[in-house]
């Protein structure tokens, strides 16, 4: 299919390397020049046309860019739309009706589930999980244009978005941020730089590794899983001075109290706070 790219960042342009395999890219632009032309190199094609030529020639068109601009680049891109048409956004909260529905022009969101800290070139083995709703073309086109052998595929209700784009930001932003909070401790009981990188994430990649395989329950350990209030009595004492850590140490004990252990194991709990 003929695809042409608008925004040229991190989570567009590495897609777009991979969409080249099965693709034919129009070309890309991006309101950056620099940017526009580190795509054009990645992506490894010669001749870029204008931007008029993009939006005329692409037979479906993908806007990478930043969630609060994609209606504007949109409104610039629409004038220049010949015949049917299919146009794509990669936000993963904001769903397809923020294009506006027309005749011979076919809307849907596509959502890598992925963090892209950077620009990369992946490699053949890489996966990415893509999420896609709205118009039927629309999620047909999408089914032909993300190939099999490095994107799987799943469906998305579009009220379910905001839930949806949570559950990665809890699973990779806020992780970043409790990696933080325990590098934070770690200095504070003395550690060096070396320790804080090999044993937290030694410990980090060991709890994921027990959660994977024996589920959440039976992948805890510490304090809250053995029942131990005394030991947890005195990390909030520890933690006094600490007011963000200590909000933060409530609020995901009380989480693994009411949502991970038994009935039972919560009773011993009744003492905490939480």
Known sequence: MKIGLIGCGKV?????????KNNRIIGVYDKLRKNQNRAVKLLGFKQNPCFTE????????????????????????????KGKKVVFHFSGILSSSI?????????????????????????PEKKFFIFVEGDKKAVAAARKI???????????????????????????????ALIAAACDLARQ?????????????SIIEETLHNVKKKGLRNGLSGPLARGDVKVIKKHLRALKKEKK????YKALSALIIHNILTPNERKQMS????
């Open 99 to 123: 294009f506006k529905k027309e005749k011979n022009i076919s809307r849907a969101s596509v959502h890598p589930f992925s963090s892209f800290p950077e620009i990369t070139l992946p490699p």
């Open 189 to 201: 009981a003395g550690w060096n730089k070396k320790d804080l990188n090999d044993i937290i994430f």
């Open 245 to 248: 850590l200590l909000r933060v």
């Open 12 to 20: 567009g342009t590495t897609i777009f390397y991979l969409l080249k």
């Open 146 to 176: 993300f190939n099999s052998k490095s994107f799987v595929f799943r469906k998305i209700d579009r009220r379910k978005k905001s839930k949806h784009h949570l559950a990665g930001v809890f699973s990779s932003n806020l992780l970043v």
């Open 54 to 81: 993009l939006c005329t020639e692409s037979e479906a068109l993908f806007f990478a860019t930043p969630d609060d601009q994609i209606k504007t680049a949109y409104n610039k891109a629409r004038p220049f739309f």
């Open 271 to 274: 003492e905490l706070d939480f």
